[in-house]
């Protein structure tokens, strides 16, 4: 079996990567190429690395032509710089994905027996309040930033070359994934891996909303473990809905620095400032809280079970500790 992981480069990419290495797929093994616009100085032994742009014209099509058994389409620029350069973001987060579609119903039409499948990371920022206290399956979607618009108008897109034979594919609608290892990107939603990773580190965390605010979290190592997943599932199950919500742990701020609290102590959280940041506030305030992903659960899709579990795998996969 061969998979293609666009945005390979990236974290999320990187940990799907070596769960593929490790485990593999339906009991096979995966070749793997990875295409993104960066990788990290440590790769994967024995893993192709492509650089270059899924938004450049004509690297679609070239993609498409190697014919991989499943892509992983997790390529994107993220929330916040999605919202502060319009341009930008519709550029990178939606025409290279019709142009990829595009590709391989090509390639579909050539050799009628090719139909891969195609596992796309989508988001909670679909959805768009006012929100009842959990968001069921039945919610509508209706986002309230560029970024959500840009990654509801890419399953649309999805189900649509599924419904006519050209894909197989399923969307999954991503938790904030935390605690991500590194540096803090672009995102909104960066500040929620900050107050967690930067005083475990050693270091001080801003922290830009108020500790009232709920989220939607997953682990990496439940994010990889969701891809994976998604890339054997049965899609007659979804009777032609292939967008899910997936499980995760709802909890606050405040939450998250008792959880950090108890794994690390009184030190560690002193490290984390508040400094309000509105556009942050205002971003966040637009994210959905809380979710009841039955039909995820039903399908086999297994998550954290709690904030502490959360933080108990950064220290274990991530967390750089002096030689001793």
């Known amino acids: ?81 999605a ?23 090509a390639e579909h039409e050539a050799d009628p027996s090719y ?44 189900t649509d070359f599924s419904r006519k034979g050209f894909i197989d594919g399923v969307s999954i609608r991503l938790p904030t994934i935390c605690v991500r290892p590194g540096k803090p990107n672009a995102a909104a939603s960066s ?31 439940s994010a990889a473990g969701f891809l994976a997943h998604a890339a054997t599932l049965d899609t007659a199950l979804l009777h032609g809905r292939r967008a899910l919500n997936l499980p995760g742990i709802s909890c606050t701020v405040a939450e998250q620095i008792e959880a950090l609290r108890d794994v690390a102590g009184n030190d560690v959280v002193r490290l984390i400032k508040p400094q309000p940041d509105p556009v942050i506030e205002r971003i966040v305030e637009g994210w959905p809280r809380d979710f009841a992903p039955e039909r995820a659960l039903a399908l086999g899709f297994k998550a954290d079970a709690s904030f502490k579990d959360i933080i108990q795998i950064y220290l274990d996969d991530d967390l750089q500790r002096p030689p001793s």
């Open 115 to 158: 139909r891969p499948r195609v596992v796309f990371t989508s988001s909670i920022a679909v959805f768009g309040g006012p929100y009842p206290d959990k968001i069921s399956d039945e919610f509508l979607c209706a986002p309230q930033t560029s970024y959500g618009a840009q990654k509801l108008i890419c399953e649309t897109m999805i």
């Open 191 to 221: 500040f929620f891996s900050g107050i967690i990773r930067e005083p475990l580190n050693g270091q001080e965390a801003i922290l830009p909303a108020a500790d009232s605010t709920r989220h939607w979290f997953a682990s990496p190592r």
């Open 1 to 81: 079996m061969r998979a293609l992981i666009l945005g390979g480069g990236g974290m999320v990419g990187q940990k799907l990567a070596h769960h593929l290495v490790a485990n593999g797929l339906d009991g096979q093994p995966v070749e793997i190429t990875l295409h993104d616009i960066a990788f990290p100085p440590v790769s994967l032994a024995n893993v192709p690395q492509v650089t270059g742009s899924i938004a450049d014209v004509g690297v679609a099509e070239t993609l498409a032509k190697t014919k991989p058994d499943v892509i992983f389409h997790l390529a994107s620029v993220v929330s916040g710089e």
């Open 83 to 105: 919202e502060a350069d319009f341009s930008k973001g519709w550029a990178v987060n939606m025409h290279p994905t019709w142009a990829l579609l595009e590709a391989l119903r």
